[in-house]
């Protein structure tokens, strides 16, 4: 067996430890993740993503911004919106508090949601800014609602 050969040997091994030894720490790791945590980082995720959305048409109404950089801030807000309530949508409820706080939240990015799709609406034309600012503060108040001392917990 050429020496080249051997040392290629010898390292398969020592790749198959790195390799089992990541996939058992990505398993820990996940196992970790309790749905208290997980509703945590979703209101956190989603008020950032509303309060962009508010950022982003304030700044459009008050003409200190390109509309192609509004309509990809939005874009991005409404993404990280559907991220977070994929999350929540997936982690399962270890009691009937959790599936409770998990449907309020989902309710609450949905408005997220939607604000944020009025806002596009109206940066294509279809209806105005300033009608999205009552969507934005409900979606902002049902996320900090769950935010609050107690509302995820």
Do not use: K, W, Y
């Amino acid at each position: 067996m050429s020496r080249s050969r051997r040392a290629s040997a010898r390292e398969r091994p020592h790749a198959a430890v790195i390799v089992v030894t990541f996939a058992v720490a990505a398993s820990l790791l996940t196992a970790c993740t309790n749905p208290g945590a997980e509703f945590d980082r979703a209101v956190e995720q989603g008020s950032t993503a509303v309060e962009t959305a508010r950022l982003a048409v304030a700044l459009e109404r008050d003409g200190r911004t390109f509309a192609s950089t509004t309509t990809t801030a939005l874009e991005d807000a409404r993404r990280e919106l559907v991220d977070a309530a994929s999350a929540v949508a997936e982690t399962d409820a270890e009691s009937p508090s959790d599936a409770a706080l998990r449907a309020d939240l989902l309710d609450a990015l949905a408005l997220g949601v939607t604000a944020v799709n009025e806002a596009l609406d109206a940066m294509a034309g279809i209806g105005t800014l300033d009608a999205v600012e009552p969507a934005l503060d409900e979606a902002e108040e049902a996320l900090d609602a769950l935010g609050a001392p107690g509302g995820t917990r």
